[in-house]
């Protein structure tokens, strides 16, 4: 009640608000969901990626959407004397219809309407004979329309400023392609008998729940039963529980955290920028965008400029992303090597993460490459160690380094079970008393005297002229540093990374102390290059595309390591290397390198003196050179004399008359002083070769789209 003994209009539990009269409001329709339940995704995108015609096409186009062009370029006539051809076209065709119409050139055009018209129509005012007259007329100017359009090209004029040149889009077929030719149907499951795992791929796919790492993936494990690697139930039963998180990564990831590149996984390829429309590229390139997949990069990549000129950005991080993605498919192994803070990716992106010099690392590097082989473990290191002290000329022998550490490795194995740990091969290399004679203790009596000798041998060389045993201690020194304490462990109390693991799509960065230990970077650079070119070449599952990225590879080009490229084909493996001069490689090496990698690129800002490197192993080719001669016209004639007056008053010049000359010529491709001046910020210069053979001429390319 209020104040005034009123009751309160909201009314009591006992005596609650009479409802108006008439009948109940009309209940709100149910929801199609639950309350907070977003809508369900739409496959329509990845569909339409899957369904996006990929045509065969040259090394190194883009070919998710490629429209192919004609190899040579159609001859375009100037926009001025298309339009000129065109209005003097007309004029000559309304100069015939005229002279038609008015009599001049007689009757004799009209005699096939005289002779089809019968006489009983030519009455005047007959309404047939009026009609048939002039639908004559009509087909005679057609004719002359025609005729006068032809020579005119009035249809280059309507397909170069018309309709058609207005649409910037061109238009698709939106309709999906028939069942037996819908890649989103997967075909060869059922043809395999596997509908059901089809069928359930089609599902995920139209619900949005399928990504092209999942397409690639579940491709990539069919690929697998088809070879007999993976038996069809397996598979099957796996599809039928998973969908399309089937077959996973044993990361389990399907994707990447983030995406800086274009990817197309159902090519392979990643868009590294578009070739420029430029003369010096092949018509059949300019426009297209340049695509890089396992193919091209099967031969090896060299990449070649100065800093800030987009090596890592443009070239390294895209590679390193796409190969990222295949290996999530199954489909490869990669390992990537670059300064700490480099811009390399996420750690997430990555299984494992090598952080030399830094104690929060979780993972070590394993410094002899995982192998329980002596002589083998005393190669790898003795190319990391002085590999860049060898001869780099052709016919060096740089075994003797290998010699000293066999012999020291192989007793200490022979002994501990283990390899020793970086302050133990220093002492070894010094020659402490104690350490060698624990060992020459430890092989008395054994099954292992015959490695006595290799001690005994070891011992005699110490000291002796032109032993290498103090430069490998040296080197070996700038490892035995406080940063590295604890890497490089040989106990098996820590995680040591070793490159026999690219037997699996696993996917590692290491990062290097670049940072005041410029040396001992350099050094691991090139101890992962070794190890990585040894691995590979022993590994039992081919089928897996293995990729070594070396954000910067000075001081790691050796002659063992360019006889290590040249291996990497027949492996089903490459490298990456990018350097910022040439000069960072001996001189009787730059011209086996060059030949060594299948793809090379030049960026913006190179010397004359590396673009001379690059002119001469791209060569030269065949061209047509025009000369031409203008020679100055003189007149005999007052007539002749008048004209020439009135022709230099209205242009300005002598009347002359042209002369051109055609030549073959041969010419290199691209200078060093194109290559040096005539390359724009943001583009590279790239030549590509396939594993199967196939040749791409040097290509002008922006970097930047």
């Given at each position: 009640m209020d104040s005034d003994g009123t009751q309160d209009a909201r009314g009591t539990h006992a005596n609650p608000v009479p409802r108006p009269a008439g009948p109940p409001p009309a209940m709100p329709p149910l929801p199609a969901q639950a309350p907070g339940v977003p809508p369900r995704p739409d496959g329509s995108a990845f569909l339409t990626w899957l369904r996006t015609p990929r045509p065969e096409a040259a090394p190194g186009v883009w070919r998710f959407g490629h429209r192919p062009r004609p190899e040579e370029e159609p001859e375009v006539i100037p926009g001025r004397q298309l339009i000129s051809g065109a209005v003097i076209a007309f004029l000559v065709g309304w100069l015939i219809w005229s002279l038609l119409w008015n009599g001049y050139l007689g009757s004799w055009w009209l005699l096939p309407l005289y002779a089809m018209i019968p006489e009983s129509w030519v009455e005047p005012h007959s309404f047939a004979a009026v009609v048939v007259v002039y639908a004559y007329y009509v087909l005679i100017a057609l004719v002359i329309m025609v005729g006068v359009g032809r020579l005119g090209r009035w249809s280059e004029i309507w397909r170069?400023?018309?309709?058609?040149?207005?649409?910037?889009t061109p238009r698709t077929n939106e309709r999906p392609p028939a069942a037996e030719?819908?890649?989103?149907?997967?075909?060869?499951?059922?043809?395999?008998?596997?509908?059901?795992?089809?069928?359930?791929?089609?599902?995920?796919?139209?619900?949005g729940l399928m990504r092209d790492v999942d397409h690639a993936r579940i491709a990539r494990a069919w690929q697998g039963v088809r070879s007999g690697r993976h038996s069809l139930a397996t598979f099957t039963g796996a599809v039928l529980k998973d969908g399309a998180a089937a077959c996973l990564h044993p990361s389990g990831a399907r994707d990447l955290p983030a995406r800086l590149g274009r990817h197309d996984l159902l090519t392979g390829q990643v868009r590294l920028g578009t070739t420029a429309d430029d003369a010096r590229n092949p018509y059949a390139y300019r426009g297209s965008g340049l695509g890089l997949g396992p193919d091209l990069l099967g031969t090896s990549l060299l990449a070649v400029g100065p800093a800030g000129s987009g090596k890592t950005g443009s070239v390294v991080r895209p590679l390193a992303e796409s190969l990222c993605l295949h290996a999530l498919a199954g489909r490869a192994a990669v390992v990537v090597v670059g300064g700490a803070g480099a811009g390399l990716g996420p750690a997430d992106a990555y299984d494992v993460v090598v952080r030399i010099g830094n104690p929060d690392s979780v993972y070590d590097l394993d410094l002899y490459g995982g192998t329980t082989d002596p002589d083998e473990a005393a190669a790898v290191l003795a190319e990391a160690l002085v590999g860049d002290l060898a001869d780099p000329h052709p016919g060096s022998d740089g075994r003797r380094s290998t010699t000293v550490l066999a012999q020291l490795l192989g007793p200490f194995r022979a002994v501990h079970g283990r390899f020793p740990s970086v302050p133990e091969l220093r002492q070894l290399l010094d020659g402490s008393p104690g350490l060698l004679g624990a060992l020459r203790q430890g092989l008395t009596g054994s099954d292992h005297e015959s490695l006595l000798r290799e001690l005994d041998a070891r011992e005699r060389q110490m000291g002796q002229p032109g032993d290498i045993g103090g430069t490998l201690a040296d080197r070996v020194a700038l490892l035995d540093r406080p940063a590295f304490a604890g890497f490089f462990d040989t106990s098996g109390q820590s995680r040591p990374f070793s490159l026999k693991a690219l037997d699996h799509p696993v996917r590692v960065r290491i990062d290097l102390p670049e940072r005041g230990h410029a040396d001992a970077s350099r050094m691991l650079a090139r101890l992962v290059l070794a190890?990585?070119?040894?691995?590979?070449?022993?590994?039992?599952?081919?089928?897996?595309?293995?990729?070594?990225?070396?954000?910067?590879?000075s001081g790691v080009v050796t002659p063992e390591a360019v006889k290590g490229v040249q291996r990497l084909r027949s492996a089903h493996a490459g490298v990456v290397l990018t350097l910022r001069t040439l000069d960072d490689v001996p001189r009787p090496l730059r011209g086996p390198l060059l030949g060594a990698a299948g793809c090379r690129m030049a960026l913006s800002g190179l010397t004359p003196w590396d673009g001379q490197d690059f002119a001469e192993v791209w060569g030269k080719e065949w061209t047509e050179a025009r000369d031409v001669t203008d020679r100055q016209i003189i007149a005999e004639t007052p007539a002749g004399k008048a004209v020439h007056m009135v022709r230099r008053v209205i242009t300005g010049k002598a009347p002359t008359a042209r002369a051109v000359t055609v030549r073959q010529v041969e010419r290199e491709r691209w200078s060093a002083s194109e290559l040096a001046h005539g390359v724009p910020p943001g583009h590279a210069v790239l030549s590509l070769t396939t594993v199967q053979g196939e040749h791409a001429p040097p290509l002008l390319v922006d970097l930047r789209d």
């Open positions: 170069r400023y018309g309709p058609p040149a207005w649409r910037r030719e819908d890649p989103a149907q997967w075909n060869q499951l059922r043809a395999a008998g596997a509908a059901d795992a089809a069928e359930r791929l089609v599902v995920e796919a139209r619900s190890q990585f070119t040894a691995s590979v070449a022993v590994r039992e599952d081919r089928s897996l595309f293995a990729c070594l990225i070396l954000d910067d590879a």
